[in-house]
Structures are given as structure tokens and as C-alpha cells.
């Protein structure tokens, strides 16, 4: 049985967010501040995955996505009611692997805790070096891009490569733009969103089927991209 760690202080919340990951089949253990889940996290049970809110009586959820997100595995789901751009950047930056604003459907938050379980999943497997997304095959050892139905390969330039890659390792994951930045340029990434968005353009031109309406690479608008597997 997965286990799930709700870090919540709103006791009416943290009630419902126990009986709703209940009824789903999981195991619950909760913490009503920071001192509390490192105590859940250093037990003997393992954590699968955090719910996380981000006003604690002992600090910022962000203070416990900084101190223990370089450590563990687990996907953190922040739920808070902060829903502007600022905050939900701030929080995927930090480490977090999904946000979702209250108030929200319970389906949406069981659908989104099953995404990053399976995400989890597919990380501790032994990584892939082909992938095959919608109508997209990719061979990463071969460096090899094929639209089905096509037999030429598709020529893509190294920045727009490494983009790709970037995207096939974390599917179904919001990617910042400072996350993008840092992984595809480096140190030599200057902040630049627009320069983000000119090669995200440039490379569903050649990997989307309509480049108008992409279904492979989708906006997060005012924090980065997702690609949908």
C-alpha cells in the first residue's frame, strides 16, 4: 500500500485530504507542521508521496520543500489557496512536482497524485533510451527523431535535441522556465523566457502535427511547459 504524508494545519482539510486518499486505497500519515513530517519522514515507513501546504505554524512549505526535496524521491503536490504565477513558480522551482490551488475537485487531486506516483515509478526503472509519445519515436543513444508514418528522420538542432530530451525524462511534469533555462544553457542562461520560447516554437514546428494546436509540448502560461505523454 502507498503511503502518503499530508502536511497540513487546517484540520478541516487535513480530515479531508486523510478520508479522500483513504478511500483511493492509500495509506495516510499526517503532520500539522514541518517538525512533525521530518519526524514522518525520518520513521520507518516510507513516504510514497507529500501533500504539502504551504502556511505552516513552523515555517513555509517552501522551508520544507528546500530541506528535504534534495533528499527523497517522493513527488511533493503543494495545495494551497496562493494562486498566483509568483507562488506556483517559486514552488516548482524549489523542488515541488506539482501545485494545485484550492479549491479543487477531488477527482482532479487523485488524478494528479496518480500521475506523479507513476512518474515515480517510471524514474526508478532503469531509464529508456527510446520513446514513444503520441505519434513521436525517439531513440536519445541514436539521437533519431521519427513522426509516424514517415520514414526520414527529423533533423533537429542540439539545443532543440536537449530540449527534447529534457521534456521526454519528465513527462506529464510542469517545467519552469528557470528549470528549462538551467538544464538546457547552464550557466550561460541569462533568464531569458523569450529565448525559451522562441526554441519551443521553432521545435513544435518540426514535431507537432499542428503546430497551432500542439497536443506534444503544452503552455503552463506564466510559469513553463509540459509535455503530455
Not at 166 to 175: A, D, I, S, T
Request: with cysteine.
Amino acid at each position: 500500500m502507498q503511503h502518503i504524508l499530508v502536511i497540513e494545519d487546517d484540520a478541516p482539510m487535513q480530515s479531508f485530504l486523510k478520508t479522500l486518499c483513504e478511500s483511493a486505497g492509500f495509506k495516510v500519515s499526517l503532520a500539522n507542521t514541518i517538525e512533525q513530517a521530518s519526524a514522518v519522514m525520518s520513521g520507518a515507513l516510507l513516504v510514497d508521496l507529500c501533500l504539502l501546504d504551504l502556511g505552516l505554524p513552523d515555517g513555509s512549505g517552501h522551508d520544507f520543500i528546500r530541506a528535504f526535496k534534495p533528499q527523497m524521491t517522493a513527488p511533493i503536490i503543494v495545495i494551497s489557496a496562493r494562486d498566483t504565477d509568483f507562488d506556483k513558480i517559486t514552488a516548482l522551482d524549489f523542488g515541488a512536482d506539482d501545485y494545485v490551488a484550492k479549491p479543487f475537485s477531488s477527482g482532479e487531486l487523485l488524478a494528479r497524485i496518480r500521475v506523479s506516483l507513476r512518474r515515480l515509478v517510471q524514474e526508478n526503472e532503469a531509464t529508456p533510451s527510446t520513446f514513444q509519445v503520441q505519434h513521436l519515436n525517439v531513440n536519445l543513444d541514436a539521437r533519431t527523431v521519427y513522426l509516424d508514418g514517415v520514414d526520414d528522420a527529423i533533423h533537429l538542432t542540439p539545443i532543440e535535441f536537449r530540449l527534447l530530451e529534457l521534456f521526454l525524462k519528465q513527462p506529464n511534469k510542469v517545467l519552469t522556465y528557470s528549470q528549462i533555462g538551467r538544464d538546457v544553457w547552464g550557466n550561460q542562461f541569462t533568464g531569458s523566457t523569450e529565448k525559451i520560447r522562441v526554441h519551443i516554437a521553432q521545435l513544435r514546428q518540426k514535431i507537432e502535427k499542428m503546430p497551432s494546436a500542439p497536443t506534444l509540448i503544452s503552455n503552463a502560461p506564466g510559469i513553463g511547459y509540459r509535455l503530455n505523454h
